[in-house]
């Protein structure tokens, strides 16, 4: 039988730690392979090292303050088991203040021991405090920032179309606005199209109906014939619906160009810069 040597508990936490020096963990080794309790205790202090593990990562201490920690722990006086058998001798003999003394030196020992032992404890379960702390509030102010960034794509998309529809609703009511009623007599019943524009906003609607149906390779575009005599300007394309209704909104037109009048030709592909004729709707002023 293998004789059992006193083991002081806080001696396996050290050992959970891997901070005992090689000879005394293999005293430990060899004490854990025959204490049931012992064993109970490891597995207690590696189910917390585990809990702290999963708040924040652990590091070992450095080997400089490992040492120190050592030697300081070698320093100390470990406290010693009293007999009982010697204690009642002190008794019979009167001894009794002397036991007390000793008593209490042994515990004041055994707390400074516990301390110092706790002491790297304290240390690893603050950090990972602070861990997962700091961890938790990155989480948080990154999804607040996600989610004020989704909200300002929001608001500026909606600012966007309310300043299309307020644009658009000022150059129907323009008083300044010059409308146009585009007619062909060649049709029964002909197609038409109507055109708003505000020369000094470059701002244009146009609307159309009884259209033919296009090719997919061709296309009907919109011109600006300008007073001055200069070449007419792209107005913007466009293709019917299937029951020959179309719309042009706020195409992009250089500001301040009179208009003497607006064409519609039939172009190939997605438009011309220059307008291919005949022209099958032609602007008057209505």
Not at 17 to 44: C, G, I, N, Y
Not at 264 to 282: A, F, N, W
């Amino acid at each position: 039988m293998i004789p059992v040597k006193h083991i002081d508990p806080d001696d396996i936490a050290l050992y959970a730690m891997q901070l005992l020096p090689p000879d005394e963990t293999e005293e430990m080794t060899l004490h854990l392979q025959h204490s049931a309790e012992a064993r109970r205790v490891l597995s207690e202090i590696y189910a917390d090292l585990a809990v702290f593990a999963h708040s924040a990562d652990m590091h070992s201490p450095p080997a400089l303050a490992r040492q120190r920690l050592m030697k300081h722990v070698a320093r100390e006086k470990k406290a010693v088991p009293v007999d009982p058998l010697a204690s009642r001798t002190f008794a019979a003999a009167g001894e009794l203040s002397t036991r007390g003394a000793s008593t209490l030196f042994e515990e004041e020992v055994q707390e400074k021991s516990l301390f110092a032992k706790a002491l790297p404890w304290a240390g690893w379960a603050i950090a990972a405090g602070l861990g997962g702390l700091s961890f938790t509030q990155y989480q948080q102010k990154t999804q607040i920032n996600s989610t004020l960034a989704a909200n300002q794509v929001e608001m500026a998309k909606t600012v966007a179309k309310a300043e299309l529809a307020n644009t658009l609703m000022e150059t129907m009511k323009d008083p300044t606005a010059v409308h146009f009623a585009l007619t062909s007599t060649d049709q029964k019943p002909p197609p038409q199209g109507r055109v708003t524009y505000v020369a000094e906003k470059g701002s244009l609607v146009l609307t159309a109906s009884n259209l033919d149906k296009l090719p997919p390779y061709k296309i009907y575009e919109l011109w600006l014939i300008p007073q001055d005599g200069h070449d007419p300007i792209p107005a913007g394309t466009f293709r019917p619906d299937a029951r020959g209704f179309a719309s042009v909104v706020m195409p992009e037109l250089p500001k301040g160009i009179a208009a003497k009048t607006f064409g519609v030709t039939i172009e190939d592909g997605e438009g011309s810069q220059l307008p291919t004729m005949p022209i099958v709707l032609k602007g008057q002023t209505s």
